[in-house]
């Protein structure tokens, strides 16, 4: 509990006004769920008490500090779960198969034909509503999640886990999307009663016996254990703003290479880097929101991206000094 620590010098009724927040904060874990240790740590690590309060500090600082605000936060136990290294048999070739059909990003003879041409800003941008038409290939992408949530990644080597969990997130995002489509963002569809609260801490997979957030998949396992900042241009956030879908997934073989693939993408692409004119550039909330993923500093934040762009783009970048803002586009995708 960190709030008492910071006003332990405040008068009486500010504590009172503490207490009675905490209390309804709290109120519904003490009436569904318990009192034993492992019960609020589980019910904390879930993020299932008071969802309301949790949903409407959500609408302004992130979900840590929301999270911080409530009084606790019990780090996901990813590192010590998803660390294991051992057999390099994991059927990747499968998923390969399952991916591209999920990711084509143009249209052939014989595709599914369900993820338009890229747009004219470059961005892949998935049919929906033509996959759900198709039971066909609903099933395909529900029967793809089925094997991945059969693996135990544990028992695999750390290239292998590292493709399965960015291919994991991806497809699950997916299929959430499918689920509750026709909408419009990825924001609407979550499991709180606060609205656009997106599904980010909504349980949507059990992996190993261990019920996982989208937010878990990405926040505790992926980014902590490999500390890559291409990661946030490989995992699919479903909205126009993210990095845009490829076309094949990720296995041992390619991850690197196409972890630079998706980088330099993104960042030749108006969703990651925007330029309005010589004195003004948009880049993308990403950038900001985990800056300390890019060294800390927005000096950090434009090496990191000149260092993934190209040719007018890096000259521009190199030399820029002028105002920049950050946007995020969270419109379907």
Known sequence: MLAPLVWIETRVRHWSLFGATLAAAYEPFALRSGTSLASVLEVAREWKFNSLLFGLLRLAPPSFEARLALGIYVPHSGRGLWSAAGRTDLDLGSQRRVKCRAHRSRRVPGDLGWIRRPDPSGVNVVDYATLARIPADAETLAGYLKYLHRVDPRGYSRAEQIAYWINFHSATTMKIVLDAYPVDSIKEMHEDVVPTTGPWNDVHANVADQNQTLDQLEHGILRP???????????????????????????????????????????????????????????????DWFTEDFGGTEESVLEHLVEYADGELVEFLGVFACAIEYDYNCSLN
């Open 225 to 287: 254990i490999w500390r890559d900042k291409r990661i946030h241009y490989a995992v699919n956030c479903a909205a126009y703003g993210c990095s845009h879908l490829i076309e094949t997934a990720f296995t041992t073989a390619s991850t690197e290479s196409l972890l630079e693939a998706v980088a330099r993408a993104y960042v030749k692409s108006p969703p990651g880097v925007d330029v309005v004119d010589n004195d003004f550039v948009i880049i993308s909330s990403t950038y």
